[in-house]
């Protein structure tokens, strides 16, 4: 179904400037000829609303390209929304532009962009490629200076003609590192950058093989069965000789159930060629670091019984060269859970192999924003990340990620919370400045309609992933048009801060949304946050001055993820009171457990989560569940579905499967009944 977007009329107004007395104040004015508009109580900024779009397809484009695109969007659309780049095909490539009902042309060559838009554009900003982290700083002074940020081959093709563009700055070095490079923007650049966000992204990803890449890794073990309790894990003996017509032999570790967020976790190898040891070592230490050949998002736990793990698209290889003429090759391995090991001789196309990308940059270009990527795991990072937090006011977003995936999720979110900053998730939100410029249409749904209370298991389903500003966009989207989404109840966590970001997605979940489709809040409101980590006041204060999105969107149900240090914790006195007081929460979904649960706190019926990840997980839950029931009372059991792993035609067929005494409910109603059956009032 394609929303018709109607005409908006946005009023020009340059308010990029934060007008709050005090340390805070936000440096600088909005840019020349800037429309963007952002009132102090809003949360993020609206641009103008599009009238016409040029389009460029980049999603197979150099990574260079991709930036200095980016960036060119973040200039021209600060002014008015007038490019529009199709970066993703995940969701289909013209699924959200068609959307938009707004006339657009795509260009051929994507250079075509450039020239169109020549004028608008001061110059280029050069990048080191030996330190990728003056990527960021390129973008940053892309946003300030009004160029375009590029890499050393593609400045040396903008300098002749027919562009001629003059270098603002050529950053090829000036730094000997990441640390070096971030202090030196902190302390040149953060003056100038709006104050009033920050934006974390990594300067580089991996880059796409080519598409004539073959795959040769052919799998050597495998476990058969879904493992999360490490029983199977034991030394495996595998026989490596097939693999010796070449000199060189990778082995990649995996995960063999890739929708349910477990994986491999592996902690010792030995390797023997003829008998002899080769190699032997534990991750994570100096003896393994001759072997590893692509980390590829994998983690090391710590401690003495340390071991290197990886779920889902992640994983580790590891490169062995066997003494010539070897004849016998084999490897020991201490290894559990979910894994998956394969094999090859040749070469594989490594995550090592890295390029700068675009997606957000035009966000942050356009509102003059600091772009940096530091490691809150790290001493030094860490010290400069706060540095940037800390001058700040209480309440700021920080819009983008953190490197080293779960470990830097934690502690990141915990760093920014100490601080009063909350997190949206959107390094691969694409066009966030043709988006914000869209307008609310949608209307709140209606409650559903009350259940009885009755002697049953009421089961509710909530999808993961709502403080995802790109899970909006991209597998929200593919789950959202599931034929059999509607089938059954199923609540969906999700940002309200879209109400301001991208409009025009609500207006199409909202349109197309059946009785059986309930939208909440995700962790932890309006931006995700640890609220154990929050300061205590400010917390009031933020929950206070947000609760409007969660009015504005229907989304008055919040589910919350409460860490420190990693671990899941119940919220203290004074937070639940906060969320009860200052957004008068019907109920509240709490935690990512292995367990689920009811209580009342100061009246309010909080639930915990229990995660699964894929249909096996589901149905024993629910089975375990009614296990456990006596039949006498009604029991209530809420699911964390796993976004990445599962769909709605998943639970359509676990449902259908489900006996008399079962009955899966929407949010609204599963707190409504906990009301129910503990004696507490309705909650209006």
Do not use: C
């Not at 779009?53 to 960036?71: C, H, N, R």
């Not at 000997?176 to 953060?190: C, F």
């Amino acid at each position: 179904m394609i929303r018709k977007l109607t005409a908006i009329s946005l009023a020009i107004v340059s308010t990029l400037s934060f007008t709050a007395a005090g340390s805070y104040a936000d440096p600088q004015p909005a840019a020349q000829g800037s429309t963007i508009s952002w009132p102090d109580k809003q949360q993020l900024p609206t641009f103008k609303q599009p009238k016409q779009l040029e389009v460029a397809d980049i999603y197979d484009a150099p990574g260079d390209v991709k930036l200095m695109l980016s960036t060119l969007q973040g200039i021209v659309n600060r002014k008015e929304p007038r490019i529009y780049l199709l970066e993703s095909k995940e969701e289909g490539k013209y699924k959200w532009l068609n959307d938009l009902d707004v006339d657009y042309k795509v260009r051929d060559d994507y250079f075509d962009l450039l020239k169109k838009f020549q004028k608008e554009v001061k110059g280029i900003i050069i990048y080191d490629p030996n330190v990728p982290d003056s990527v960021n700083v390129a973008t940053t002074l892309a946003g300030l200076r009004d160029g375009v940020a590029v890499s050393p081959e593609l400045g040396a093709k903008l300098q002749a003609a027919p562009y001629n563009f003059k270098v603002i700055e050529d950053l090829q070095g000036k730094f000997k590192d990441r640390v070096d490079a971030y202090t030196w923007e902190y302390e040149n650049l953060w003056k100038e950058t709006s104050h009033r966000m920050l934006v974390g992204l990594s300067p580089e990803v991996s880059a796409r093989p080519p598409a004539n890449q073959p795959d040769t890794y052919k799998v050597v073990a495998q476990e058969k069965t879904e493992e999360r309790d490490a029983k199977n894990r034991q030394v495996y003996d595998l026989d490596l000789s097939s693999f010796l017509a070449k000199p060189d032999v990778y082995v990649k570790f995996g995960d063999a159930f890739t929708q349910d967020g477990w994986g491999s976790a592996v902690h010792e190898i030995t390797v023997k060629a003829d008998g002899v040891e080769v190699a032997h070592f534990l991750p994570g230490t100096d003896a393994e670091k001759p072997f590893l050949y692509d980390p590829q998002s994998s983690q090391v736990s710590s401690g003495s019984g340390g071991h290197r793990f990886a779920d889902g698209g992640n994983y580790f290889t590891y490169k062995f060269t066997p003494p010539a003429g070897t004849k016998v090759l084999t490897m020991s391995v201490e290894m559990w859970n979910e894994y998956k090991v394969s094999a090859t001789n040749d070469q594989p196309f490594s995550s090592l192999t890295k390029e700068p990308y675009g997606y957000l940059r035009d966000y942050a270009v356009a509102n003059k924003a600091m772009v940096f990527w530091l490691d809150s795991n790290d001493p030094a990072e860490k010290e400069l990340f706060e540095k940037i937090l800390s001058d700040v006011k209480p309440g700021t977003p920080y819009l983008g990620w953190f490197s080293n995936d779960f470990q830097g999720e934690f502690s990141g979110v915990e760093v920014a919370s100490n601080h009063g900053v909350y997190v949206l998730a959107a390094d691969w939100f694409s066009n966030m400045t043709v988006f914000s410029g869209t307008k609310p249409e949608f209307s709140k749904p209606k409650a559903p309609k009350p259940v009885k209370l009755d002697n049953k298991i009421y089961v509710t389903y909530t999808f993961s992933e709502g403080d995802n500003l790109q899970y909006n966009q991209h597998r929200l989207r593919n789950l959202w048009d599931d034929p059999k989404r509607g089938q059954v109840p199923i609540n969906w966590t999700s940002s309200p801060l879209l109400y301001d970001a991208a409009p025009a997605m609500l207006n199409y979940f909202y349109g197309t949304a059946t009785a059986n489709d309930q939208i909440i809040a995700g962790p932890s409101g309006a931006g995700y946050f640890y609220p154990a980590a929050w300061p205590e006041k400010a917390l009031t204060d933020y929950l206070n001055n947000t609760k409007d999105y969660l009015n504005k969107t229907g989304m008055n149900i919040p589910y919350v993820l409460n860490r420190l240090n990693g671990e899941n914790l119940p919220l203290s006195k004074a937070n639940n009171a906060a969320y009860r007081d200052q957004y008068e929460v019907p109920g509240l979904f709490i935690g990512w457990d292995n367990f689920t649960k009811v209580d009342i706190v100061d009246g309010v019926p909080t639930s915990n989560i229990q995660g699964v990840g894929s249909v096996n997980d589901t149905k024993k839950a629910l089975a375990d569940a009614k296990a456990k029931w006596d039949g006498k009372s009604p029991l209530f059991v809420s699911l964390g579905i796993l976004a990445w792993g599962m769909t709605p035609t998943d639970l359509a067929n676990v449902t259908a499967e489900l006996g008399p005494e079962y009955q899966v409910v929407l949010a609204d109603q599963y707190f409504s009944l906990i009301r129910d059956a503990n004696g507490l009032p309705a909650k209006k």
